[in-house]
């Protein structure tokens, strides 16, 4: 008896199909990736470039500053993404449930994630006055002293990051909702009558059947807060000091100083860490999910 080999599948479109993607990929993303590479290891401007090897990450990780943002980047990303995973999940089991005005309520949480987060920055930033802001004059109307929330430099990160999660939970929201709807009724219904109450039906069913949207979120925050720059801008500018500052923030001003070449190798450190971050969380979910 001769031995059978599964036959490879072909793929049904021609090779000269996926040019046009490849050179769309390699332009907008090979080319600009290696450039960077290369310039990292410069000290360059708009016409010149000299070759210095590895000094600009040697500067980078010297500097107080450079580090705190590095740090904060990490703590604004880690915070971001907890609430709009925890929030996002509660707020989902909340619109899957048979409550009053339930389509209006989705569309009211959804609604942040479609304006503008230079606008959400500056209307934050009015509300969060230490005198004048609305936050702190209900606060003080209630006999609560208002605190600094973006002039105080421990509090300022924090405060970015709240208003980041008050505009992204609403797709977390929705990704959570679609995982829910794809839990089949009769999981529910077998727990029910079992005698499960609905803090054990949420543990037992719902945590684990929607891990995979939960992955999706923890993925996309973590990559929009290791990301971030736009809303810590428009609120704080980094400030006060450097309290606020994060890797993007940090490349901004080493550009406009005229530091290129720091500001590259900034660029391939934030490029790094999000590879370092993403990949082994992605790698080690997809593994468990197979040997489940």
């Not at 290369?38 to 360059?44: D, P």
């Not at 016409?47 to 990450?57: D, M, Q, R």
């Not at 005198?131 to 973006?150: A, K």
């Not at 945590?207 to 704080?236: E, H, K, N, Q």
Request: net charge positive; glycine share 8%.
């Amino acid at each position: 008896m001769t031995e059978t080999r599964p036959r490879s599948r072909k793929s049904p479109y021609p090779l000269w199909f996926f040019i046009p993607a490849a050179i769309i990929y390699g332009v907008l993303f090979l080319v600009p990736t290696v450039s960077s590479l290369w310039f990292s290891l410069t000290r360059w401007d708009l016409s010149t470039a000299e070759f210095i090897g590895l000094e600009n990450f040697q500067q980078f990780f010297s500097e107080p500053f450079l580090v705190k943002g590095l740090v904060n980047t990490l703590i604004y990303a880690v915070t971001t993404s907890g609430l709009k995973t925890v929030c996002g999940l509660l707020l989902a089991v909340l619109l899957t449930s048979n409550i009053f005005a339930r389509g209006f309520l989705r569309t009211l949480v959804f609604f942040p994630v479609l304006v503008s987060t230079i606008g959400i920055g500056i209307t934050f930033t009015v509300m969060m006055h230490p005198t004048r802001g609305i936050i702190n004059v209900t606060l003080e109307t209630l006999g609560i002293p208002g605190p600094g929330w973006l002039t105080n430099p421990a509090l300022a990160l924090f405060s970015v990051a709240l208003v980041d999660v008050w505009k992204g939970v609403g797709l977390a929201t929705l990704i959570f909702i679609a995982g829910l709807a794809a839990i089949s009724p009769d999981y529910y219904e077998a727990a029910r009558i079992d005698g499960a109450t609905r803090l054990q039906q949420f543990f037992r069913i719902t945590l684990p059947l929607v891990r995979p949207a939960t992955v999706i979120v923890v993925t996309l925050s973590l990559i929009g807060g290791l990301r971030s720059f736009d809303l810590i801008w428009a609120m704080t500018r980094g400030g006060p000091g450097f309290s606020s500052d994060v890797i993007a923030s940090v490349i901004y001003k080493q550009y406009q100083a005229g530091f290129y070449g720091l500001s590259t190798a900034g660029n391939v450190i934030l490029f790094a860490l999000i590879a370092v971050i993403i990949l082994p969380f992605t790698l080690w979910f997809n593994r468990r999910e197979v040997e489940e």
